[in-house]
């Protein structure tokens, strides 16, 4: 089993630009997770879907989309990216809510120039 | 809002110290989960405590939940050079078990 896998490793964009994040497991879970990591703040949750078909914004969700795409796949869409979304980006998954283990995919680095 | 403040933001300890990270939240937590997330690396769960006054050891590693459900501790005895990393506790909603609250993290250095 892979886990959580995420696409790109590595990105940079212009400001402006858009580019999606991809994510998948291979944990039959059902809730997954996108975070972003700054330097010193932790992880801030970005958006969650507690079961497929369901998004929900978390923390700082402006100026981003996401999809549920399966049960599997969860995206995370920057549609204009303002060097702001430098960050790393972490997808993760449990196996449901209510505050369950949470599984984090490798990360995805990424800067807006 | 609802925050998890987590002291110190970094400590260095000479090989073979003791180190502690606290956290503290606004809000009575469920549960609490800890993390360890090496350099370059992602989160990986540790433990979760969900009672209050809960203590969990792991080897050298000792977790403890407060009796009121809003602080917690991570103590690791005799610190070795594999312990390197960011230690982050993270809280569970009481109102909502569908969000995490993360701490800031404690950054822990070994001094060979």
Known sequence: ?113 | GQQVMQIPQYQHVQEGEDFTTYCNSSTTLSNIQWYKQRPGGHPVFLIQLVKSGEVKKQKRLTFQFGEAKKNSSLHITATQTTDVGTYFCAGSRVDSNYQLIWGAGTKLIIKP
């Open chain 1, 1 to 113: 089993n892979a886990g959580v896998t995420q696409t790109p490793k590595f990105q940079v964009l212009k400001t402006g630009q858009s580019m999606t994040l991809q994510c998948a497991q291979d944990m039959n879970h059902n809730s997954m997770y996108w975070y972003r990591q700054d330097p010193g703040m932790g992880l801030r949750l970005i958006y969650y879907s507690a079961s497929e078909g369901t998004t929900d914004k978390g923390e700082v969700p402006n100026g981003y989309n996401v999809s549920r795409l399966n049960k599997r796949e969860f995206s995370l869409r920057l549609e204009s990216a303002a060097p702001s979304q430098t960050s790393v980006y972490f997808c993760a998954s449990s196996e449901g809510t209510s505050g369950l283990e949470q599984f984090f995919g490798p990360g995805t680095r990424l800067t807006v120039l």
